[in-house]
């Protein structure tokens, strides 16, 4: 167990909805990082979260959003959902998020199903 | 902003033999290195890690390798067992930024 902590584990809904997909980084990490990986693909990086402010932004689409809150944890917001979107979608944290060397832990990652 | 290319895409050797899966990234300030190991299903496991700082890392049965100027960096598996079996992403990070993540390698060690 990582201590990264992904909710719901499983998600299945319609085209044009929008879901909210929460985690819950290690105890004592500052660092949120996003990343979705659709089948049989890579992982790509959306976006990273450090002490609740916006650290750096990757191929994140304009539907999507994320926050992190001031408890740390934080929620990516996905909308206007299309069937493209159905991945997994991980969140990994880490202690730092500027200079120091710390590694990325993963959670089990939520796996989306737009239908 | 970086981009990291990871070869080969599936890799199958016998078990025994040596794996190697080679990276290469386009951010010459990129500094941190890390290697995880996807099984099916679970999420990414950090295997390995380097930092510029250093050319080579081994752990056990695993080895790293970095090469600054050609901006490429490789894991070397030995000794492979049917439990080494899974995809292997290498990624690419500035300060931990961001990282940025190659496409995988499906390694599959026949017994």
């Known amino acids: 167990d990582s201590g990264v902590t992904q909710t719901p584990k499983h998600l299945i809904t319609a085209t044009g909805q929008r879901v909210t997909l929460r985690c819950s980084p290690r105890?004592?990490?500052?660092?949120v990082y996003w990343y979705q990986q659709s089948l049989d693909q890579g992982l790509q990086f959306l976006i990273q979260?450090?002490?609740?402010?916006?650290?750096a932004k990757g191929n994140i689409l304009e539907r999507f959003s994320a926050q992190q809150f001031p408890d740390l944890h934080s929620e990516l917001n996905l909308s206007s959902l299309e069937l493209g979107d159905s991945a997994l979608y991980f969140c990994?944290?880490?202690?730092?998020?500027?200079?120091?060397?710390?590694?990325?832990?993963f959670g089990q990652g939520t796996r989306l199903t737009v239908v | 902003g970086e981009n990291v290319e990871q070869h080969p895409s599936t890799l199958s050797v016998q078990e025994g033999d040596s794996a190697v899966i080679k990276c290469t990234y386009s951010?010459?300030?990129?500094?941190?290195f890390p290697w995880y190991k996807q099984e099916l299903g679970k999420r990414p496991q950090l295997i390995i890690d380097?930092?510029?700082?250093?050319g080579e890392k081994k752990d056990q049965r695993i080895a790293v390798t970095l090469n600054k100027t050609a901006k490429h960096f490789s894991l070397h598996i030995t000794e492979t067992q049917p439990e080494d079996s899974a995809v292997y992403f290498c990624?690419?990070?500035?300060?931990?930024?961001?990282?940025?993540f190659g496409s995988g390698t499906k390694l599959n060690v026949k017994p």
């Open positions: 380097i930092r510029s700082n250093v």
């Open positions: 951010d010459s300030a990129s500094n941190y």
């Open positions: 105890s004592g990490d500052l660092s």
């Open positions: 990994a944290s880490s202690v730092g998020g500027g200079g120091m060397n710390t590694e990325a832990f």
């Open positions: 990624a690419a990070s500035y300060n931990f930024n961001k990282f940025y």
């Open positions: 979260y450090y002490n609740g402010e916006e650290r």
